[in-house]
């Protein structure tokens, strides 16, 4: 009995389980017989996204157009495809690889008759099954309600006719069955509560720059390898699967270098091709850890044969919240799972706008401790050389120094303590020197 009633459940399961056929519009140029590479990447993701969400693809449509549609996105003979394809693959839905206007939306949905999602709603969909702090679900409420706010009339039909399924979850069918005044209400309480959090974030923030402790924040594309790495080298215990956005919360860790100095690792959330602006403002107090970083350790999967476009994904990112090549901060790459490929792939794999390129595999180790050296390395330029004895009487002095810098010689002599080691220019103070005092550097 208890076998048939789990077979029924089995079978209920494979039942709810949505399928979706997605499109797209490839509007580079090519033949009607030729997709771009560009746009099958795009496809490929947002299939490995659709899958992170819990449905499944069953069938693509691309169309070569000189542009996209106002109207329905696609030409009114496509549309036309789409509807033989729904009818004989069975699909639940339709997901756009590009983000429908609402009017779009309306318009496929009264032409389809089913459920009809674009990559932004299933990318928002992904985060807020993800989310897992306060902050994270503050944030994604935020930009949901922000996104569904002009989407309202279009939405709540094809909701109340197909009811729930990837693309709904979240604020859900109840936020959207209230008016826009409600929504513009709650929204600025979201933003107010958001607004505290990132005041405990900023203090935060702020008692480690006085602490001294660098930071070095890991960015990167999604499931570039980025928790695996923290979890290699701190032993966060951070969740690691082969899925995008894995994780969303960023997570902060301790690590000591070679040297003996103590550093914090901080975890961003992984970028992706056409994120959704309104996650970008959302997400902004969590992105911005990036920014008061002192080293930007750059994560990309060697294994990825689209790696060089994900590289500018990521740039592109940083420099919408203002961090780039004019913001001084220096930048390491890591090209990942490389025990994945064999050396010839590696040829060519290269950052040029790094300041230093390693490639390493966190899954195994190999090459970790070279990027440390490569940290303690950056870190190092960051600091200033001393030569100083400190009197016996001052020995709490060099707890400093241990505990924030990097010691190179250190001596017992009969008047003091003889410190040699690079330390942040941020304690010369504490330690009562001064760049003007000659005889201490």
Same mark, same amino acid.
């Given at each position: 009995?208890?076998?048939?009633?789990?077979?029924?459940?089995?079978?209920?399961?494979?039942?709810?389980?949505?399928?979706?056929?997605?499109?797209?519009?490839?509007?580079?140029?090519?033949?009607?017989?030729?997709?771009?590479?560009?746009?099958?990447?795009?496809?490929?993701?947002?299939?490995?996204?659709?899958?992170?969400?819990?449905?499944?693809?069953?069938?693509?449509?691309?169309?070569?157009?000189?542009?996209?549609?106002?109207?329905?996105?696609?030409?009114?003979?496509?549309?036309?495809?789409?509807?033989?394809?729904?009818?004989?693959?069975?699909?639940?839905?339709?997901?756009?690889?590009?983000?429908?206007?609402?009017?779009?939306?309306?318009?496929?949905?009264?032409?389809?008759?089913?459920?009809?999602?674009?990559?932004?709603?299933?990318?928002?969909?992904?985060?807020?099954?993800?989310?897992?702090?306060?902050?994270?679900?503050?944030?994604?409420?935020?930009?949901?309600?922000?996104?569904?706010?002009?989407?309202?009339?279009?939405?709540?039909?094809?909701?109340?006719?197909?009811?729930?399924?990837?693309?709904?979850?979240?604020?859900?069918?109840?936020?959207?069955?209230?008016?826009?005044?409600?929504?513009?209400?709650?929204?600025?309480?979201?933003?107010?509560?958001?607004?505290?959090?990132?005041?405990?974030?900023?203090?935060?923030?702020?008692?480690?720059?006085?602490?001294?402790?660098?930071?070095?924040?890991?960015?990167?594309?999604?499931?570039?390898?980025?928790?695996?790495?923290?979890?290699?080298?701190?032993?966060?215990?951070?969740?690691?699967?082969?899925?995008?956005?894995?994780?969303?919360?960023?997570?902060?860790?301790?690590?000591?270098?070679?040297?003996?100095?103590?550093?914090?690792?901080?975890? *961003?959330?992984?970028?992706?091709?056409?994120?959704?602006?309104?996650?970008?403002?959302?997400?902004?107090?969590?992105?911005?850890?990036?920014?008061?970083?002192?080293?930007?350790?750059?994560?990309?999967?060697?294994?990825?044969?689209?790696?060089?476009?994900?590289?500018? *994904?990521?740039?592109?990112?940083?420099?919408?919240?203002?961090?780039?090549?004019?913001?001084?901060?220096?930048?390491?790459?890591?090209?990942?799972?490389?025990?994945?490929?064999?050396?010839?792939?590696?040829?060519?794999?290269?950052?040029?706008?790094?300041?230093?390129?390693?490639?390493?595999?966190?899954?195994?180790?190999?090459?970790?401790?070279?990027?440390?050296?490569?940290?303690?390395?950056?870190?190092?330029?960051?600091?200033?050389?001393?030569?100083?004895?400190?009197?016996?009487?001052?020995?709490?002095?060099?707890?400093?120094?241990?505990?924030?810098?990097?010691?190179?010689?250190?001596?017992?002599?009969?008047?003091?303590?003889?410190?040699?080691?690079?330390?942040?220019?941020?304690?010369?103070?504490?330690?009562?020197?001064?760049?003007?005092?000659?005889?201490?550097?």
């Amino acid at each position: 009995m208890a076998d048939r009633k789990s077979t029924i459940y089995d079978l209920e399961a494979e039942k709810i389980k949505e399928k979706i056929i997605i499109f797209a519009a490839d509007t580079g140029g090519y033949t009607q017989k030729e997709v771009s590479l560009e746009i099958q990447a795009s496809l490929d993701e947002l299939t490995e996204l659709i899958d992170t969400a819990g449905a499944e693809v069953v069938g693509r449509l691309v169309q070569n157009r000189d542009r996209i549609a106002n109207d329905l996105y696609l030409g009114r003979g496509k549309v036309e495809e789409l509807r033989e394809m729904i009818y004989e693959l069975g699909a639940t839905g339709v997901c756009c690889d590009d983000e429908l206007s609402p009017a779009q939306l309306m318009n496929l949905q009264d032409a389809l008759d089913i459920k009809v999602m674009d990559r932004t709603m299933v990318i928002l969909d992904i985060f807020a099954a993800h989310a897992g702090s306060y902050e994270g679900k503050l944030q994604v409420e935020l930009a949901q309600l922000k996104f569904r706010a002009t989407r309202l009339v279009g939405m709540r039909d094809s909701l109340s006719r197909l009811g729930g399924g990837i693309g709904t979850r979240g604020p859900g069918e109840k936020k959207l069955e209230i008016d826009r005044r409600v929504i513009r209400d709650r929204i600025s309480r979201l933003k107010a509560e958001l607004r505290n959090v990132e005041s405990q974030r900023s203090q935060q923030r702020k008692q480690r720059q006085r602490s001294a402790v660098p930071v070095v924040g890991i960015v990167g594309y999604t499931n570039a390898g980025k928790s695996t790495l923290l979890n290699a080298l701190t032993g966060a215990g951070v969740l690691q699967e082969d899925k995008l956005f894995a994780t969303l919360d960023p997570k902060t860790r301790g690590y000591k270098l070679p040297g003996g100095q103590n550093i914090l690792l901080t975890d *961003t959330v992984g970028f992706i091709r056409k994120l959704p602006h309104h996650l970008v403002e959302a997400f902004g107090s969590t992105l911005e850890e990036a920014k008061y970083c002192d080293v930007i350790l750059h994560v990309v999967d060697a294994s990825d044969e689209n790696w060089d476009k994900n590289i500018e *994904t990521v740039y592109g990112t940083l420099k919408q919240l203002k961090i780039d090549e004019n913001s001084g901060k220096p930048v390491i790459t890591v090209f990942n799972k490389i025990d994945r490929i064999s050396k010839d792939d590696l040829v060519g794999v290269r950052d040029l706008r790094a300041d230093k390129t390693l490639y390493i595999s966190a899954a195994t180790g190999q090459g970790l401790s070279e990027l440390a050296s490569a940290i303690e390395e950056i870190l190092r330029n960051q600091k200033s050389y001393i030569r100083h004895t400190f009197a016996y009487s001052e020995a709490g002095l060099t707890g400093l120094i241990h505990k924030y810098g990097e010691i190179q010689t250190e001596e017992y002599l009969d008047d003091g303590i003889f410190i040699e080691a690079y330390v942040p220019k941020s304690i010369l103070g504490k330690l009562g020197l001064s760049f003007d005092d000659e005889a201490d550097f």
